[in-house]
């Protein structure tokens, strides 16, 4: 994710997040490279680094639970 100084795209992001949350809903690859303003590739090629957000696998798609997503994000930022 792009860094900005004052922090409202990641208020913002957290914002989705905790909407997804409450929905009890899972974050395609897709949807999360649009929230992060990254590349899918970027994702894919964490995900064989073995770095990035914890994701789940599921019938061979990949998803990422928004819980995942936000406590990764605000680790990040420390």
Avoid at 27 to 37: F, G, M, S, V, Y
Avoid at 56 to 67: E, S, T
């Amino acid at each position: 994710m792009k860094q900005t100084d004052n922090g409202s795209a990641a208020r913002g992001i957290l914002y989705v997040l905790d909407n997804l949350a409450t929905e009890g809903r899972l974050i395609t690859e897709r949807e999360l490279a649009d929230l992060w303003k990254c590349s899918r590739k970027k994702l894919q090629h964490d995900r064989k680094a073995r770095r990035g957000v914890r994701y789940l696998k599921i019938d061979g798609l990949v998803r990422y639970d928004p819980a995942d997503v936000r406590k990764y994000l605000l680790s990040a930022q420390r």
